[in-house]
């Protein structure tokens, strides 16, 4: 466990290692001509240092991926290769599939990210505080021991839990006063539960509402998330209990119509909902495998300040009184919610006042 600042620092470098592993064993420090998997420079840290870090130069990123390799289609399809050194790619191993880019990890490329990682760690055991503040016991920090990984690992026992009839009971007492005893949301607190696409056909469409079911990818990390952060005033209540928690995921789940299995079966009042069912869930969240991790360097427009080209002003010809607001509709008015979460609007009942 963590007692100072150091070994909360090792505890963070743990974490980065842990995602980066596959990237870095591509490395090598070979000499120039050589290539791994016959594509990419195996010098690559070399070429780095020489430019002084910077890895997302242009001419750098020529030199280690190739030209070819490096822009349009061929670099983006370059980069879901693991050993490219500029890939984010991994194997999503939570719900038994690749998705592409789902999760992400540190790219070998950052040389400088696993530099100061492997100067700035600790091992706990050897430690010393020298005097700086007071070791924490263990037993003060077991409270808080609490991580959810994305498989399902540090969820409670499946003897933890409550029917989610029960679990919608304790959260309209402690969550609905600010997300809506639906989670239609309140007070100005976004909603948990919305039926609405997050796919718009047109750039000054109103922007859609992100809520759990149509938004988060994980179940896990909703579970993890309630337990660790609310009610904001208590988080990780002991009067709510993992049991407290878990029943109220359940019920967030169930607003959201989260499915259990490929039959469509839906989540009912008298479900027993304990981990089990929560990774059930989880397979099924509907925006899973939707995200990713956008690696496209920006090295190809040059920003323009005085004498721009007329398709890059205004209406695309050069009229600077004529332009769109994506943040407003076409009659002129706001899209929306965004005078609130623009922090325009005071909150109020429900959205922007309502």
Not at 272 to 295: I, P, R, T, V, Y
Not at 326 to 343: C, E, F, I, K
Request: overall charge negative; proline content about 6%; charged content about 20%.
């Amino acid at each position: 466990m963590f007692s100072t600042n150091k070994t909360l620092v090792a505890a963070a470098v743990a974490t980065l290692f842990a995602g980066s592993a596959s990237a870095m064993s591509g490395s090598s420090d070979g000499a120039s001509g050589e290539k791994i998997n016959g594509k990419y420079a195996a010098n690559y840290e070399e070429i780095i240092r020489a430019a002084d870090g910077k890895y997302l130069d242009a001419k750098v990123i020529e030199a280690i991926l190739g030209k070819d390799a490096t822009y349009g289609r061929d670099g983006l399809e370059g980069k879901l290769d693991p050993a490219n050194p500029y890939s984010f790619e991994v194997e999503d191993s939570i719900d038994g599939g690749n998705h592409g880019n789902a999760q992400c990890k540190i790219p070998a490329a950052f040389v400088e990210v696993h530099d100061s990682a492997k100067a700035n760690y600790y091992n706990d055991s050897k430690f010393v505080a020298n005097g700086f503040g007071t070791p924490i016991a263990e037993s003060a920090l077991a409270k808080w021991n609490i991580v959810v990984d994305g498989d399902g690992k540090g969820l409670p026992d499946p003897s933890v839990g409550m029917t989610v009839e029960e679990g919608a009971k304790i959260y309209v007492q402690f969550c609905g006063m600010c997300h809506g005893e639906f989670g239609e949301g309140a007070k100005g607190y976004l909603p948990l539960a919305v039926d609405e696409n997050l796919v718009t056909s047109a750039f000054d469409d109103p922007a859609p509402m992100k809520a759990v079911g149509n938004y988060w990818p994980y179940a896990t990390t909703l579970f993890d998330y309630i337990r660790r952060t609310m009610p904001f005033w208590t988080p990780n209540a002991p009067f709510i209990g993992d049991k407290g928690y878990m029943g109220m995921t359940g019920y967030i789940l169930q607003s959201n119509y989260v499915k259990l299995d490929e039959n469509g079966t839906e989540i009912q009042d008298d479900d027993f909902f304990n981990s089990e069912m929560l990774m059930k869930a989880n397979k099924f969240m509907k925006n899973q495998g939707n995200f990713f991790c956008d690696h496209r360097p920006v090295i190809h427009n040059e920003r323009c300040m005085t004498n721009c080209p007329d398709a890059q002003v205004g209406d695309g010809k050069g009229d600077i009184h004529h332009y769109k607001q994506a943040r407003r509709l076409p009659d002129g008015t706001p899209q929306y919610n965004v005078p609130q979460r623009m922090h325009e609007d005071p909150p109020g009942v429900g959205h922007s006042g309502m």
